[in-house]
């Protein structure tokens, strides 16, 4: 297990100290609090990016790494038919043959431009601790081997000149464990030669090291002042006790970067790894059944079972994509959704279409999405979604009486989920008896670019809308629905949207009430 400690980390850790003295911001939980950035909290929709060395042997997922060391794993067989014993086959033997071919960033940057996302956060450094950037802090890095190239920071200047935020996500705490099979077996794990590649391999439930634990905050604030983030996003295991104080650290230093930029970030954080109000939470291939006041994450992938590329691949379908980014939204959420290029750099084509059947729909739809706050309920219908992670594909499929509302600048969004097979949408919720929308209809209509007039009718069973002839039926249907605005009865809407929501901001729902 290494131990030692490298004198460029003493040095950077001395250089985090006294930045974090320098601001105003300390280590401190409550010094630590701060609102989501708007940018986040209007944009909604995000892509994530699995790209590393693990999509070279494409095979169960991007565990691939750690598996193929786990006697009686399927990757642990597959690598042993496939490369060979473990001990002249490593995983170290992946990374020439990771070369990044025909990777181009600028299309890349495309490609998720026109999916509608409106920032990016591609993995940094996953588990297997090979960096996907220019580190000084490891020659395990994809600048000076395999690909050759500085892939975050090529990514990074992209994506920012497509106009998308950029974020980083870094699962570097894993690392103290990941390849502990290979010491339990012959193989490369053990090898002198490689031990900066496969770490402490230490058992699980031995809490990291000092020595690990200020190598991992010297590599995450490299990373920050390397990359000037937007986001950082956080894999689960920091919610170990030892991290602790160094997340104090990491959070301090980085916001007291981000103030000297001038620019508004987050962090990314999974459980209770961090306190509420300090950073944003986020839900891995899961959702929340209600709203949540403060805002927070999903990140899911566009395959059910990998986050890497994958042969053969299970892909989930554009239309219930953009149905969990349209629930997520009316729960005062954000969605990340993930694709995994191939290790030559393209990114497989269902995934490109994907991305642009979501973008497209966003296209003629995003004003419900964009910029928009939760209603006083997030919708209505027998569907039920569950609570917490890994419950991506645990639901029934949506049915037309399934509804989500979203809202923004004086108008009640309505978004269908399920496949609308009837002349007629039901939304009870819009009831003339209920309390909910206490003042009268002004008009409903279809958004996009429908110019017929939609005829609706209001009575106490709910609010009935005609579907229009020619209406496109295989995405969801999204209608916006404007109140008659009364004063008193608006108002009285706005304090029950206050109530639901809490510390969430309304500022165009109250710009348009006043008007």
């Known amino acids: ?39 986040y909290v209007e944009g909604k929709f995000g892509v994530f990016i699995h790209w590393g060395v693990y999509s070279v042997p494409a095979f169960a997922n991007e565990w691939y790494p750690r598996n193929m060391y786990r006697p009686g794993t399927p990757e642990y067989d597959h690598h042993r038919r496939t490369y060979g014993d473990q001990r002249e086959f490593g995983y170290k033997d992946f990374v020439p043959m990771f070369r990044a071919e025909k990777f181009d960033a600028a299309e890349w940057a495309r490609i998720i431009g026109r999916s509608g996302a409106r920032f990016v956060v591609p993995v940094a450094e996953h588990h297997d601790g090979f960096a996907m950037y220019d580190t000084a802090l490891s020659r395990w890095n994809a600048a000076a081997m395999g690909p050759e190239r500085d892939v975050i920071g090529e990514l990074r200047d992209a994506m920012r000149a497509q106009g998308l935020a950029f974020g980083v996500s870094s699962h570097r705490a894993e690392h103290w464990f990941y390849f502990n099979g290979g010491r339990s077996i012959p193989s490369d794990v053990d090898a002198p030669d490689t031990l900066d590649l496969y770490g402490p391999a230490a058992p699980e439930e031995v809490q990291p090291s000092v020595s690990f634990l200020e190598d991992w905050l010297a590599r995450t604030c490299e990373l920050v002042d ?84 994958v ?14 980014l349209v629930d997520i939204v009316s729960k005062n959420g954000a969605l990340l959704l ?17 991305l642009e059947a979501v973008g497209s729909w966003l296209a003629t739809n995003g004003e ?20 917490g992670a890994f419950t991506d594909t645990a639901r029934q499929p949506y049915t037309e009486r399934d509804i989500r509302f979203t809202t923004a600048r004086g108008d009640i969004y309505a978004t269908v989920l399920g496949p609308v097979a009837d002349s007629e949408v039901r939304i009870r919720s819009l009831g003339s008896e209920l309390t909910l929308l206490a003042c009268d209809i002004e008009r409903v209509d279809l958004v996009g670019p429908w110019r017929p007039e939609i005829r609706y009718r209001r009575t106490t069973e709910g609010l009935f809308i005609e579907v229009p002839e020619g209406a496109p039926r295989d995405m969801p249907l999204c209608f916006r629905v404007r109140p008659r605005r009364r004063s008193g ?26 008007a």
């Not at 030692?4 to 950077?12: F, H, I, K, N």
């Not at 160094?246 to 987050?266: D, I, N, P």
């Open 226 to 309: 390397l990359q000037r983030p937007d986001i950082v996003y956080f894999d689960w295991w920091i919610e170990q006790p030892a991290f602790e104080p160094y997340l104090r650290r990491f959070a301090a230093y980085f916001y007291t970067r981000a103030e000297e930029w001038g620019r508004e970030v987050a962090i990314n954080y999974k459980y209770d790894a961090f306190p509420g109000g300090t950073a944003v939470f986020d839900v891995e291939r899961g959702q929340l059944s209600g709203i949540r006041p403060e805002f927070w994450q999903t990140d899911t992938s566009v395959s059910t079972t990998s986050w890497c590329h």
């Open 311 to 324: 042969e053969p691949q299970q892909w989930k379908t554009a239309y219930d994509l953009v149905c969990d």
């Open 338 to 354: 993930n694709i995994g290029p191939k290790a030559d750099g393209t990114i497989p084509a269902e995934e490109v279409r994907m």
């Open 1 to 39: 297990m290494t131990t030692a400690m490298l004198p460029e980390v003493g040095a950077r850790l001395d250089a985090i100290d006294a930045v974090i003295a320098a601001g105003s911001r300390a280590a401190e939980w409550e010094r630590l609090k701060v609102a989501p950035p708007q940018w």
């Open 489 to 514: 009865e608006w108002r009285h809407t706005d304090q029950l949207l206050a109530d639901v929501v809490g510390s969430v901001d309304g500022p165009t729902f109250r710009a348009e009430q006043d």
């Open 368 to 387: 419900a999405v964009y910029g928009t706050r939760p209603w006083l309920v997030p919708g209505e219908g027998p569907v039920a979604v569950a609570d």
